[in-house]
């Protein structure tokens, strides 16, 4: 699929993924606008090999050169290029945007004892593949995790909007744990990760969460609405949350 169609069949997804999530997002050249200030970036990179692979900014100030943007990468399965990008795009709402949008809210953000100076907001975790409820009922029994925490918090950019998304499955022998803040892979987060009891099987199956973290007390845009109901199965990796 060409380069510039591509654009349009992911932005299009953007229209319509926030439409389900009860906002009116409209194409307006290279992004996707919003309510208030917010909008949503686009970048494609097909070019590396990953024909199903998107790269989304949630814009919370559009107009500011400095604002802050949470950018997420999100990867879709299908039977053809739209079939992956539409598939991509709904996994990064339901993940990614839906956390941003329980931000924006004000009232789902929570304090807790590992990350001082932060209030944060987890998305609904989703998980797929076979066997994926083990995954889910894992993630929905889930704590604090200390090593965890002790690796991203260095990571976090002070005095701004960060994301971090976990990413992990597989099977046995064939795993995979990644985590990315701002969009890098974290090394030692991805191996604190990957040390979690978290159930391997015969199947293949995946999860995927994403977390945003704002410096407290943080300034941010007018509220842009309230987002859907949190999805079965949110994990609190992290204790403290009200």
């Not at 978290?198 to 973290?213: Q, S, T, Y």
């Not at 943080?218 to 994990?235: D, I, N, T």
């Amino acid at each position: 699929m060409p380069h510039e169609e591509r654009l349009a069949v992911i932005r299009r997804g953007v229209v319509r993924e926030m439409a389900r999530l009860g906002l009116e997002f409209t194409v307006d050249g290279a992004v996707v606008r919003g309510p208030g200030t917010t909008a949503v970036a686009v970048r494609d990179h097909a070019e590396r090999g990953t024909t199903g692979h998107v790269d989304l900014g949630y814009v919370l100030q559009l107009g500011r050169g400095d604002g802050p943007v949470v950018w997420d990468c999100a990867a879709g399965f299908g039977g053809d290029d739209a079939e992956q990008l539409d598939n991509a795009v709904m996994i990064w709402a339901g993940t990614t945007a839906t956390a941003v949008l329980q931000l924006l809210d004000g009232g789902h953000a929570f304090s807790t004892p590992e990350f001082p100076g932060w209030r944060v907001v987890q998305s609904p975790a989703a998980t797929f593949g076979t066997g994926s409820e083990l995954l889910a009922d894992w993630l929905a029994e889930q704590h604090s995790s200390p090593a965890l925490a002790a690796a991203v918090l260095p990571e976090l950019l002070p005095g701004q909007v960060n994301g971090v998304k976990l990413f992990f499955g597989g099977k046995a022998g064939h795993d995979v744990a990644e985590v990315r803040v701002n969009g890098r892979v974290s090394s030692a987060a991805s191996r604190a990760l990957r040390a979690q009891d978290w159930p391997r099987g015969e199947r293949l199956c995946w999860a995927r969460l994403f977390l945003v973290f704002a410096p407290e007390p943080e300034a941010l845009p007018e509220r842009a609405a309230a987002p859907a109901p949190p999805r079965r199965g949110l994990a609190r990796w992290w204790r403290g949350r009200r």
